[in-house]
């Protein structure tokens, strides 16, 4: 069964829609207005850790809520939401191997287990393009380019990494705008950690990104550098808990949080 | 006669000193955490294009305060002052010709004078220190560098000419930081209006500025420009009206405004 993707303009008609079997596709573009946010599930031990290791680095890893174990509902944000049915699909984890991707994970839930969700960049996206800045990769249609950087996370537990950084190349005066309009939105990583010199974060190659796709940079344009939602997952792919679950790449949770909530001013 | 500068700790302290001919020097450093203004007083003829040159190019031109015509108090900021006494020394032009450099300007006050305070770039100065950010020309101990570009401002009356920048070196995180707070600051020329290539301003050497002193970029630093308060007295000298005066330079109006107040949030 399948969904027009143009009747899902709220959180909670793609809530209803994944709930109900009739959609399992990438949230991109849905719900506008409404802040999608990154799922990390992990059981309450490697949770304790992952919430530490989400404190020390806020600019990766800006957590919106995190629910109390065994409860699949994050009330703060969302109170009719089941983390366990309401997004597309997920990715299941076994000591760091992807063992099934399902649309559903009420088979899998415990008592144990404790949600996290974590701000994304789609937010702060909406409001560039809002702002009338040309945003490189959205106008190519393809993702945004990420680069794993020579800067340690402050480490907690088995969780440790370098930042991921997303990047956006922008006139100066764009640039500036955009330093502006995101660090208004500390809680979806905020003002970019870096603009102008790529070598000083170790990346030696722009046009070839770990992950997403390359942009190019024009002539008079300087990269601009986020800190990026990958960083907490390719963490978690390192850390190899026995067990973790986190939603599909793209497959995001939709919030009833309007993006606007999560604006400082 | 003349006073300890240390003891010169409000803007009220400031003013007296200078009312009274105890104090005819440079204000920087004075009274921390007062906000001072750059003084333009011209006939109302002149002024109305004036105040809508400044209108139409905010950014160099950050009007605090007008007077009405005739009165040399300024009711909002300082409802205590007089500007025709309380600043160190002026600068009294005819026809673009400086013909006084009074430390009084009374002699020369009539019915028609209406002046204008304009933001100080002393202000983000102060926040962008209290942040802990490294600004170059003041750890050197000598003026910004200030560049002519090629970026016209919008003209009105008899007033034109290019914008007139300041530039201040940073490592690119640093520079994110100073976008940030300087950006809170929209009364004294807010955020940068450019920043990493000199070259689309019209700037062919940051080593030559058209005013103050130049200041070195060190490998990996981005030089970042402020639209600035040199700006409207360029464009001042150049429309050359039959009279005008201004502060002598370095030697602002001092208000009773707190730094603090003038930030947007």
């Known amino acids: ?6 009747s899902l303009l709220t959180g909670a008609a793609v809530r209803e829609a994944c709930r109900t079997d009739q959609f ?3 949230t991109s573009g849905l719900a506008p207005g409404f802040a999608q946010a990154n799922l990390v599930i992990l ?12 404190a020390k680095n806020p600019k990766p890893c800006p957590v919106l809520e995190v629910t109390e174990a065994g ?10 939401a089941d983390l366990r049915t309401d997004l597309p699909r997920y990715r299941v984890w076994e000591s760091g191997e992807l063992v099934e991707e399902p649309t559903s994970i009420s088979h899998l839930w415990q008592d144990d ?3 996290f969700l974590i701000g994304c960049s789609f937010t702060f996206e909406a409001e560039m393009i809002r702002a009338g800045l040309p945003v ?7 993702n945004v380019p990420m680069y794993r950087t020579n800067v340690p996370c ?3 537990g088995i969780f440790s990494g370098p930042l991921v950084v997303s990047m956006r190349p922008f006139l100066p005066a764009d640039a500036i705008r955009a330093i502006q309009i995101t660090g208004r939105f500390p809680a979806v990583h905020g003002e970019p950690v870096h603009l102008g010199f790529p070598d000083q974060l170790g990346i030696t190659d722009l046009s070839q990104p770990d992950f997403g796709d390359p942009v190019p940079v024009h002539e008079g344009e300087l990269p601009v550098f986020w800190a990026c939602g990958v960083t907490p997952q390719t963490v978690l792919m390192e850390a190899k808990p026995e067990f973790a679950i986190t939603h599909s790449p793209g497959c995001m949770f939709v919030t009833d949080w309007k993006d606007e909530q999560l604006a400082t001013q």
Chains 1, 2 share one sequence.
Do not use: K, W, Y
Not at 1 to 6: K, V
Not at 47 to 53: I, K, M, Q
Not at 71 to 80: E, I, Y
């Open 71 to 80: 409860n699949p509902c994050p009330r703060q944000s969302t109170p009719d």
């Open 43 to 54: 059981r309450e031990a490697e949770a304790a850790h992952f919430r530490e290791f989400c």
């Open 1 to 6: 069964m399948s969904i027009d993707r143009a």
């Open 154 to 156: 402050e480490s907690a």
């Open 24 to 26: 399992s596709g990438q």
């Open 136 to 142: 490189r990769h959205i106008e190519l249609g393809v």
């Open 113 to 115: 287990l404790v949600a």
